[in-house]
């Protein structure tokens, strides 16, 4: 899985162009989150989210993004950022129009956990 992910990402730095970039700097972020690595999927992350936050972009586009950061912030134990990407996963979720895209986020949303709800006197 790993190597298909960075695969894609080198096939794209040769042929392709900013929103192929971003797919698959995203796709290598979700990759790592699964395998619990944060720090290199935080890395991706921070190249793909720029592509995916301009105005403009599709709410499938988005959705993703935010699942993707929602997993990666699981995987850093981070839960401000995210229950705050889950929340906004959600949110574009709602405006996928298209049955295919709506399909695969659901495929991808499967495997990011829910937010854990703050124990009472926690700090």
Wanted: no cysteine.
């Amino acid at each position: 899985m790993l190597h298909a992910a960075h695969a894609a990402m080198y096939f794209w730095t040769i042929v392709g162009q900013a929103g192929n970039h971003a797919h698959a700097a995203l796709l290598l972020a979700h990759v790592y989150a699964l395998l619990k690595l944060p720090g290199p999927g935080a890395r991706y992350l921070d190249q793909a989210l720029p592509y995916f936050t301009q105005p403009g972009r599709a709410p499938g586009e988005r959705a993703f993004a935010h699942a993707v950061a929602a997993n990666v912030a699981s995987s850093a134990g981070d839960a401000a950022a995210h229950a705050a990407h889950y929340s906004e996963a959600i949110a574009f979720a709602a405006h996928i129009a298209d049955p295919g895209t709506r399909e695969m986020f659901a495929a991808t949303w499967r495997v990011v956990p829910a937010p854990q709800p703050e124990k009472e006197g926690a700090p």
